[in-house]
């Protein structure tokens, strides 16, 4: 049976040149190409852990040079305005392709069709002049952004042609400064003919009763539906089951607690079910400065779910958790787990996709010492970026020391068998760093024999 509920497991940032550290899953190449092993990787560990949908920036652009290789399009300030947006036909068949990645996963890809953060601030906060909304952090909801929105919006579209796995997120995150003109990119959306159960919103449905500073914004985004297209369009159209996503970002137990519970002290009052489609996400959740781990994920879905146990039968609930965000968590698609296991105690089944995606068996390939030392080298030395305490890490360590340590010249094999319990080690933790270097002694000792 299709999953009813949305699981969405987001790398988002993987647009990007940015260092491949907690806060960024980079699946591109430095020339602006994708680097397809590794988004396969990612979207093939999504999918089995799992999750039928991803979430994705449009880019994350933290200089100048990266602009010509991973925007979606640059301004050529010598041509007249609104005719200088130069398109970038590489991006585009970049994002095609990872629509039909996703689809080979069977998962759907969510598209921002702007964030606010896809250009990176200086340190005093200040967006670069070179940036493609006029160093404007809210140059894209502005009246003069108008005909590069068009522009924009329509060449997406027409890249998605046909994509039935493509949805879209007006904004991520959009600012509540400009509620009357997300309400306008909604409507235009609509007008394109995207379905409505297609759209999220744009606007943080979540602070409508969380920060009293932002209720009026959403009052304003909906009062300008309503003004254009009446009252019952706007029930029909974002209130209910088949309408479209309402998001609630950064969510965590307190601000559940009252977004729930119509404005009283967390802990008062009944849940209410819902009836509009809600996407929770923890994209901007942090609990003791981290993102959530397993078991904290694991609790707030439970916690959705048997609060929205009417909406979950509707399917109209959606939560989102990010991929390999943090150093902590070392398997990347940890979070993604606690979401399947909160799905499978509140169903009773395991969601559609989780395990039917594993990783390939690559056979062990005879090759001679030296280059199966090399290997080792390179393998181990990356793990010195990351040092973590684990049982499991360290057996396999010292395994590996003790297999390699009485190897003799031609027992490549054994030395492969080594490398995997390093590589095994590398995926699930890492032990302290004396038994790498211990390791790492060895490999020197034998290139040192080999020498002489």
């Given at each position: 049976m299709p999953d009813k509920i949305k699981l969405i497991c987001s790398p988002l940032g993987g647009y990007s040149l940015l260092s491949r550290d907690k806060w960024h899953i980079s699946y591109m190449n430095p020339d602006g190409s994708l680097d397809m092993p590794r988004l396969e990787e990612i979207l093939r560990r999504i999918a089995n852990a799992g999750a039928n949908a991803i979430r994705e920036f449009p880019w994350w652009i933290q200089n100048e040079g990266e602009m010509a290789v991973l925007s979606g399009f640059t301004v050529d300030k010598?041509?007249?305005?609104?005719?200088?947006?130069?398109?970038?036909?590489?991006?585009?068949?970049?994002?095609?392709?990872?629509?039909?990645?996703?689809?080979?996963?069977?998962?759907?890809?969510?598209?921002?069709?702007?964030?606010?953060?896809?250009?990176?601030?200086?340190?005093?906060?200040?967006?670069?002049?070179?940036?493609?909304?006029?160093?404007?952090?809210?140059?894209?909801?502005?009246?003069?952004?108008?005909?590069?929105?068009?522009?924009?919006?329509?060449?997406?579209?027409?890249?998605?042609?046909?994509?039935?796995?493509?949805s879209y997120d007006l904004v991520n995150e959009g600012s509540h400064k400009y509620p009357v003109e997300i309400a306008q990119m909604y409507l235009g959306m609509l007008s394109y003919g995207v379905p409505v159960n297609r759209l999220s919103i744009g606007i943080n449905y979540g602070e409508k009763k969380i920060?009293?500073?932002?209720?009026?914004?959403?009052?304003?985004?909906?009062?300008?539906?309503?003004?254009?297209?009446?009252?019952?369009?706007?029930?029909?159209?974002?209130?209910?089951?088949?309408?479209?996503?309402s998001p609630f970002h950064a969510i965590d137990d307190k601000r559940l607690a009252v977004f729930w519970t119509d404005g009283l002290e967390p802990g008062q009052g009944v849940p209410k079910g819902g009836h509009r489609p809600t996407k929770y996400s923890t994209d901007g959740t942090r609990i003791d400065g981290l993102r959530p781990n397993l078991m904290q994920t694991y609790d707030m879905a439970k916690r959705v779910m048997s609060t929205k146990s009417r909406a979950v039968d509707k399917g109209i609930v959606a939560i989102e958790v990010l991929f390999g965000k943090e150093m902590n968590i070392v398997d990347p698609t940890a979070a993604m787990t606690g979401l399947t296991l909160a799905y499978q105690e509140h169903t009773g089944e395991f969601p559609e996709n989780y395990g039917k995606f594993p990783a390939e068996e690559v056979p062990p390939e005879d090759t001679d010492i030296d280059e199966a030392v090399d290997l080792l080298s390179g393998m181990i030395g990356e793990r010195l970026q990351i040092i973590e305490k684990t049982e499991k890490a360290l057996k396999?360590?010292?395994?590996?020391?003790?297999?390699?340590?009485?190897?003799?010249?031609?027992?490549?094999?054994?030395?492969?068998?080594?490398?995997?319990?390093?590589?095994?080690?590398?995926?699930?933790s890492t032990g302290p760093i004396e038994q790498i270097v211990s390791a790492l002694k060895f490999i020197d000792e034998y290139n040192g024999q080999v020498a002489k």
């Open positions: 010598s041509l007249p305005a609104h005719n200088d947006m130069i398109m970038n036909p590489n991006y585009f068949n970049n994002q095609r392709t990872i629509a039909e990645t996703a689809k080979k996963y069977n998962l759907e890809y969510i598209f921002c069709l702007y964030n606010n953060s896809e250009t990176v601030p200086n340190k005093d906060g200040v967006f670069s002049p070179w940036s493609q909304w006029n160093g404007d952090k809210e140059f894209f909801y502005k009246n003069e952004a108008g005909p590069y929105r068009k522009q924009w919006i329509e060449k997406i579209l027409e890249t998605f042609t046909g994509m039935e796995n493509v920060n009293t500073d932002l209720i009026g914004s959403y009052k304003k985004f909906s009062d300008r539906i309503i003004f254009l297209r009446g009252e019952q369009f706007y029930i029909d159209n974002v209130k209910r089951p088949s309408g479209s996503w396999l360590i010292d395994r590996f020391v003790a297999e390699a340590t009485a190897l003799e010249p031609t027992a490549a094999s054994q030395l492969g068998k080594a490398g995997r319990a390093v590589f095994a080690a590398k995926e699930m």
